[in-house]
């Protein structure tokens, strides 16, 4: 028996135990929108500004712990990550977490989606979370 206790207490000693973030929460009604392009915008050349809104929270750069602040992510044709992890950092989720709600884009040829999901200090999306209506753009072939 004590052999059983003593391999227990040795374990828990060696295996480090993980915390789960908590995710920051969100007024209600805060909400996440598309200043610039418009659904449906036809861009030719492909590269533009991208600009944001924010409504009813504030912004605040990636790795600061504010109530009610977090930063924009960019998601470029893909469904929405999962609500409850950190955003991946990728060609299609582009991260803003110096704060900026403003982009510049460049895309190929074709129908495009984006759409925004604000995250907190973390990169997680709040709970409740906050993202914008999928828009559509178009970027004609020469």
């Known amino acids: 028996m004590k ?3 003593l391999i227990i207490a040795l374990l828990t000693t060696l295996i480090p135990t993980t915390t789960i973030a908590q995710q920051s929460t969100a007024p209600a009604n805060a909400r996440v929108y598309f200043i610039w392009p418009k659904d449906g915008t036809v861009i030719k050349g492909g590269k533009f500004w991208a600009r944001f809104g924010l409504r ?3 912004i605040a750069p990636a790795g600061v712990e504010k109530a009610n602040t977090g930063h924009h992510h960019l998601v470029i044709d893909a469904p929405l990550p ?3 992890e950190e955003i991946p950092a990728d060609k299609n989720h582009v991260h ?8 510049r884009l460049s895309l ?18 709040h709970n409740p979370p906050v993202y914008s209506k ?5 970027v004609p072939a020469n």
């Open 96 to 103: 803003y977490g110096k704060g900026f709600s403003e982009g």
């Open 3 to 5: 052999t059983n206790a």
């Open 108 to 125: 190929p040829p074709g129908r495009h989606t984006l759409q925004l999901l604000f995250a907190d200090h973390d990169h997680v999306p």
């Open 82 to 84: 999962p609500f409850d």
């Open 56 to 58: 009813d929270m504030g």
């Open 134 to 138: 999928k828009i559509t753009v178009i």
